[in-house]
């Protein structure tokens, strides 16, 4: 299998809600990002995961929280979230040298009421 | 600090022309450099990383360090190239310009 996975496609969620948003691979890769993209925008860097740990913070509220239960799987949960929030929400992973190529998934539209 | 500037928000050309998509970059220590595209309702993926110096749909990326830029190149333009295009050195931090939307005209 050598695609990223996200799970859902489209959600939508009022700003009291609690939702997650999942990102799997099977490719063995080591290192999984977050990242949020706005219309016409270029993605921007949330978090990243090297071996299950979380080694990169881009001072993301603290409404997003991630979460690496194992070296396929990538959560992002998602609580009292903001209208500004919405946006697409990219998952990659790649090998663990940042320098490497990174492999998109398709990405979960968030729109938050 | 790290910047990456992609001059051009659109740049629209008839098929056939010659198209250059420009990256200038500013970034301690030597990066490594891509060129991500992003076709209308498909996942962002790698279109060439220059350390592999390859040429992928016709696309070649020339680094200049000098200049420290990484132009994006094409002898002639195809209508499926028509997409958005993305220069984006990695090292310590993963940036990406504010992208080139490319447009080719039949």
């Known amino acids: 299998d050598t695609e990223v996975i996200q799970t859902p496609k489209h959600l939508v969620m009022g700003m009291t809600n609690k939702k997650s948003l999942k990102c799997e691979q099977h490719m063995g890769h080591r290192a999984m990002y977050w990242y949020k993209q706005k219309a016409k925008k270029p993605p921007e860097l949330m978090f990243v995961y090297s071996y299950e740990k979380l080694s990169i913070n881009e001072s993301v509220p603290s409404r997003f929280s991630p979460e690496c239960p194992n070296s396929s799987l990538l959560n992002l949960h998602l609580h009292a979230l903001q209208p500004e929030d919405s946006a697409l929400y990219l998952c990659a992973s790649g090998q663990i040298d940042l320098t490497d190529t990174q492999y998109f998934g398709p990405g979960t539209r968030l729109t938050v009421l | 600090a790290q910047r990456v500037t992609q001059p051009e928000k659109l740049l629209s050309v008839f098929k056939g022309a010659p198209v250059e998509l420009k990256c200038n970059y500013s970034?301690?220590?030597?990066?490594?450099l891509f060129w991500y595209v992003q076709y209308s309702r498909q996942r962002l993926q790698l279109l060439l990383r220059?350390?592999s110096r390859e040429s992928i749909k016709g696309f070649t990326a020339d680094l200049n360090k000098g200049e420290t830029s990484f132009h994006l190149k094409k002898p002639f333009a195809q209508e499926e190239d028509s997409a958005m295009y993305y220069c984006a050195p990695q090292g310590g931090k993963l940036i990406f310009g504010q992208g080139t939307e490319l447009s080719v005209k039949p």
């Open positions: 220059h350390i």
């Open positions: 970034y301690s220590g030597s990066p490594e």
